[in-house]
């Protein structure tokens, strides 16, 4: 896993067409800003029931939240 240090405002590049924006850092979060195309899929990890099937979107289901 590369692990980088960044400040708000300062981004990074995945690829030729994923930028990742660091938007806000506070006491227990991270606020990211996600450049990418329409087509790529975008999904927080903890809504994927199979982590495997994480590229493909038609493969993800969502879990159900706990009442």
Same mark, same amino acid.
Do not use: Q, W, Y
């Given at each position: !896993? &590369?692990? &980088? =240090?960044? %400040?708000?405002g300062e981004r990074i590049r995945i690829?030729? +067409?994923? /930028?990742? /924006?660091?938007?806000r850092i506070g006491p227990n979060s991270?606020?990211?800003?996600? +450049?990418?195309?329409?087509? !790529? ?5 903890? &809504?994927?029931?199979?982590? =495997? +099937? &994480?590229?493909?979107? =038609?493969? !993800? @289901?969502? %879990? @159900?939240? =706990?009442?």
């Open positions: !896993m &590369l692990v &980088l =240090s960044r %400040k708000p690829g030729d +067409d994923v /930028t990742l /924006t660091i938007v991270v606020r990211l800003g996600i +450049d990418a195309p329409r087509s !790529m899929s975008i999904v927080r990890e903890e &809504l994927c029931v199979n982590f =495997s +099937d &994480l590229p493909e979107a =038609s493969h !993800m @289901t969502e %879990k @159900t939240p =706990s009442p």
